[in-house]
């Protein structure tokens, strides 16, 4: 999770088992906001990860870019880093 100032909220990636279509289970990464003020949760579906994060995961916010930076990658493979905007 990392706090996004210019939206005043925390941006939360949750593991979800998805079944698939052979019915082998596979994980996404669903994309959640929180607001502290309100005490209110929001998905935001278009931000679902096409991939689980498990807890090999490090997520900070970059002020200078204002991007949210993730840096993911399993044992034995490469390490991966992802920019992702929040825009409300």
């Known amino acids: 999770m990392a706090f ?3 939206i005043g909220r925390t941006v939360v990636l949750v593991d ?4 698939s279509a ?3 289970s596979k994980a996404v990464a669903e994309t959640w906001l929180y607001d502290v003020a309100a005490d209110r949760w929001t998905q935001l579906p278009e931000a679902t990860l096409p991939f689980g ?3 090999n ?4 916010y970059d ?7 993730l840096v993911t990658g399993d ?3 490469p390490t ?3 920019a992702m905007r929040v825009q409300l």
């Open 53 to 55: 994060c498990g807890m």
């Open 22 to 24: 052979e019915k082998a």
């Open 75 to 77: 044992y034995g493979q």
């Open 16 to 19: 979800r088992a998805m079944e």
């Open 4 to 6: 996004v100032p210019e």
């Open 80 to 82: 991966a880093v992802w």
């Open 63 to 69: 002020s200078h870019h204002k991007c949210l930076l």
């Open 57 to 60: 995961y490090n997520m900070v």
